[in-house]
């Protein structure tokens, strides 16, 4: 069945790069698209950002000078990189492919 | 970028009640429009696209209607497993872009 799992660090310090990998199952990274969504704590969605069959990406607007989405289809493996984390990006960050999400991973930016 | 206006922030019902959420965006999507539920420390799960379509397996409850730039989303008979925050996501224009939610609680 489709499975999709988000890893990282929880802990990542302010103006560094933040790297995420979400690894998929029961699906092709060429057919689908994958989409990152983040929520801070105690706040709404926030689409962050996709990365079509393609290999395309699209990128919230707001985020866009700081993210990077990409993809390893041998591993099945979907990476998000931000940089220049500010402690505003503390964030659960999940992965998806709709109707199925991961189970997202908390990301603290503190110094 | 497309801006979703969602309304009301929070919403407090009775079991049995009829709810109505509703997103507004800043031009026409064109109903491409998804429909999410959050329950606390969970991911969200996708109820409602294309404005109306049920995700397979989500009760016939919910529901979804809407044209050009407004849209709705109903549950109808509200049961304690619906008490959770629910969210628009318009998908016609790319960056998507969410509603900022509406929590619903029992009254």
């Known amino acids: 069945q489709v499975q999709l799992k988000e890893s990282g660090p929880g802990l990542v310090k302010p103006s560094e790069t933040l790297s995420l990998t979400c690894t998929v199952s029961g699906f092709s990274l060429t057919s689908y698209h994958v989409s990152w969504v983040r929520q801070p704590p105690g706040k709404g969605l926030e689409w962050m950002g996709v990365?079509?069959?393609?290999?395309?990406?699209a990128y919230n607007s707001a985020l866009k000078s700081r993210l990077s989405i990409s993809r390893d289809t041998s591993k099945s493996q979907v990476f998000l990189k931000m940089s220049s984390l500010k402690t505003e990006d503390t964030a659960t960050y999940y992965c998806?492919?709709?109707?199925?999400w991961g189970q997202g991973v908390m990301v603290t930016v503190s110094s | 970028d497309i801006q979703m206006t969602q309304s009301p922030p929070s919403l407090s019902a009775s079991l049995g009640d009829k709810v109505t959420i509703t997103c507004q965006a800043s031009q026409n999507i064109n109903k491409y429009i998804a429909w999410y539920q959050q329950k606390p420390g969970k991911a969200p799960g996708l109820l409602i696209h294309?404005?109306?379509t049920l995700v397979s397996g989500i009760p016939s409850r919910f529901s979804g209607s809407g044209s050009g730039r407004d849209y709705s989303f109903s549950i109808s008979n509200v049961e304690s497993e619906d008490i959770a925050s629910y969210y628009c996501l318009q998908y016609d224009n790319s960056p998507n872009t969410f509603g900022a939610g509406t929590k619903l609680e029992l009254k």
């Open positions: 294309y404005t109306s």
């Open positions: 990365i079509w069959g393609d290999g395309s990406t």
């Open positions: 998806a492919r709709d109707p199925n």
